[in-house]
């Protein structure tokens, strides 16, 4: 069941099993936490924990200028807040970018790290690609940042035509060694 959290206003689902560290899902631009529900759904012996970023899903938006730094504290702020110590952390797409912002600042609350979709080496062109598909969505959005618009159109599937769930359902597999430990 989703809960927000009263201090900082993220909203959050939170399934804890055990005393083990949890896996934490971060979603991608234009997302919200349900993108994960089958990665959850596989992990259901797991702690996981998934949350929608700042201006998506139910998580209000409440700055106009936002940087990685207010990804990596809302973050910080949830786990801080669930008292969970480590956690494994796994992004996609904007998720990997916070990831790896996190992991920079606070690499003592890391067990492990699973970046999938993370930005490397893109031309200027591409870059200018991914910078106008992020303005043309904050312009089209009312209210949340994201909600109700189709962000479907930003995705480039891979051949097989998978969803963006099950390819990372696929590159997450071998993670599961990582977590028994």
Do not use: C
């Not at 259901?44 to 936002?66: A, M, R, S």
């Not at 979709?117 to 910078?131: A, H, L, N, W």
């Amino acid at each position: 069941m989703p809960i927000t959290s009263e201090k900082f206003k993220t909203d959050y689902y939170f399934k804890k099993q055990d005393n083990r560290n949890p896996i934490v899902f971060i979603h991608g631009v234009g997302l919200k936490k349900e993108m994960w529900t089958p990665q959850i759904e596989f992990f259901k012996d797991h702690n996981v924990l998934t949350y929608d970023l700042i201006g998506h899903g139910k998580t209000p938006l409440q700055k106009t200028q936002l940087n990685f730094e207010d990804f990596t504290k809302q973050l910080l702020n949830l786990i801080d807040e669930l008292e969970v110590k480590r956690i494994h952390l796994i992004g996609f797409s904007l998720g990997s970018l916070i990831a790896r912002h996190f992991v920079v600042r606070h690499e003592n609350r890391l067990n492990s790290l699973v970046l999938h979709g993370s930005i490397y080496k893109r031309s200027p062109e591409q870059k200018r690609v991914i910078e106008n598909r992020y303005e043309l969505i904050k312009t089209a959005a009312q209210g949340s940042l994201f909600s109700g618009f189709n962000v479907s159109n930003f995705f480039l599937l891979s051949e097989s035509n998978h969803s963006p769930s099950i390819n990372i359902l696929y590159s997450l597999s071998f993670v599961i060694i990582l977590i028994n430990k």
